[in-house]
């Protein structure tokens, strides 16, 4: 028997699914991302390629969604 996702659960799924979307999405038109870089205090561009490692690991570090 599936367990049913709290509400939680249902809000990170949708907004990871969304993150990658965008990130996808600007790695087919070639663009780079803008994010604010906490350490740097800063906005900076990057790379969908980095974007998306840097989205990974985030993902890896908290765990999947139950």
Do not use: C, T
């Amino acid at each position: 028997m599936k367990k049913q996702l709290s509400l939680h659960d249902k809000a990170l799924l949708a907004m990871r699914e969304a993150v990658r979307d965008v990130i996808e999405r600007h790695r087919k038109e070639k663009r780079p991302l803008v994010i604010w870089d906490y350490k740097k205090q800063k906005v900076v561009f990057i790379s969908p390629q980095a974007a998306l490692r840097r989205f990974n690991k985030e993902v890896g570090k908290k765990g999947r969604v139950r």
